[in-house]
Nanobody
Framework: VQLQASGGGMVQAGGSLRLSCAASGRSLSTYTVAWFRQAPGKEREFVGAIAWSDRNTYYADSVKGRFFISRASAQSTVALQMHSLKPEDTAVYYC?????????????????WGQGTLVTVSS
């Protein structure tokens, strides 16, 4: 599965951005899709995910209530809608997928990764 993340950019604190993760040539309906982010000098951290098994979404405490993950009707795209952005949300955001029944909050179990898209939130 080839993934491509897009939609990053620069936004002021309090603003919104929508990231997309697109799979080339196949549906993501049977994959758990997650978003991770990596800020300069920090480890890659879990942001949120949508499970194929129960269609539920899962979020890190730091983004809960501000970020929302959804699947597009065509099932080949997963979106990360980000609201009330903070400077500490600045990072490269990666989408990833694997045939996991439920999401994992660490990178190891995920086989497929997009190239990352940079989100910069200015204060």
């Amino acid at each position: 599965v080839q993934l491509q993340a897009s939609g990053g950019g620069m936004v002021q604190a309090g603003g919104s951005l929508r990231l997309s993760c697109a799979a080339s040539g196949r549906s993501l309906s049977t994959y758990t899709v997650a978003w991770f982010r990596q800020a300069p000098g920090k480890e890659r951290e879990f942001v949120g995910a949508i499970a194929w098994s129960d269609r539920n979404t899962y979020y890190a405490d730091s983004v809960k209530g501000r970020f929302f993950i959804s699947r597009a009707s065509a099932q080949s795209t997963v979106a990360l809608q980000m609201h009330s952005l903070k400077p500490e949300d600045t990072a490269v955001y990666y989408c990833t997928a694997d045939e996991l029944r439920y999401p994992k909050t660490y990178t190891g179990p995920y086989s497929y990764w997009g190239q990352g898209t940079l989100v910069t939130v200015s204060s």
